[in-house]
């Protein structure tokens, strides 16, 4: 499971799910937009179905991804639990051991603060992925609205340290945000080559991102 806003959907989501499949023998990636994240505010002003749409036309070129839009039927605050849970039920026929549950450096930090995180840990396998340089990381953060991402997000727990049993993948470290594709959008810059193609057709189609952050 690889969690997110998907707001939009880039290359370096779908080049994080490739590291995973090929490093750590997964053969199957969903891709799970969150309806309302519990630790930041959505922007963009883009409907849950247009992003999921998003998800759905960048993956539906490898056998390997799929969109899974269980969060947003739920609705609500989004927990990692709940979706852990309904996914075991959903493919308890074809599980091979536990859900992988894919996620940043960049968040470890915070981790025991997530919904059932003790129990979390055991139910999921974790998967922990490389972040970009800190540099990069400040930027993304710095306008956070939240005080827990607003104070020294690098700070803390490091993937070598993380008191929780993880798996850790050696994925490229791409400087791509979401944030800054939006950015570009809204401001007329170049950002044409950091989505798949169908995103990007998607939303110029649309008028996506256009003028807004």
């Not at 074809?94 to 995180?117: N, P, Q, R």
């Not at 990381?137 to 607003?150: A, H, I």
């Not at 994925?171 to 791509?176: H, S």
Request: proline letters at 5%.
């Amino acid at each position: 499971m690889l969690g997110g806003s998907f707001n939009p959907i880039h290359i370096g989501h779908l080049i994080l799910a490739d590291s995973v499949c090929k490093k750590l023998g997964y053969d199957k990636i969903l891709f799970v937009p969150t309806y309302c994240p519990p630790h930041k505010e959505m922007s963009g002003k883009v409907a849950s179905d247009e992003r999921f749409e998003m998800v759905r036309l960048a993956t539906e070129g490898d056998c390997r991804f799929e969109a899974e839009d269980c969060e947003l039927r739920r609705g609500g605050v989004s927990y990692t639990w709940d979706t852990i849970c309904y996914l075991e039920k959903k493919y308890e026929s074809v599980l091979e051991g536990k859900i992988g549950l894919i996620f940043g450096e960049d968040l470890l930090c915070d981790f025991d603060k997530w919904e059932k995180s003790s129990e979390l840990a055991k139910k999921a396998d974790l998967i922990l992925a490389c972040r970009p340089n800190e540099s990069f990381l400040k930027k993304e953060f710095q306008n956070s609205p939240t005080e827990k991402y607003g104070k020294n997000p690098m700070k803390g727990v490091t993937r070598e340290n993380f008191p929780y049993p993880h798996k850790i993948v050696e994925n490229p470290k791409i400087e791509i945000s979401s944030s800054e594709i939006r950015q570009s959008i809204a401001e007329n810059g170049s950002w044409r080559y950091l989505v798949p193609a169908a995103v990007f057709g998607y939303i110029e189609e649309k008028g996506l991102y256009k003028g807004r952050l």
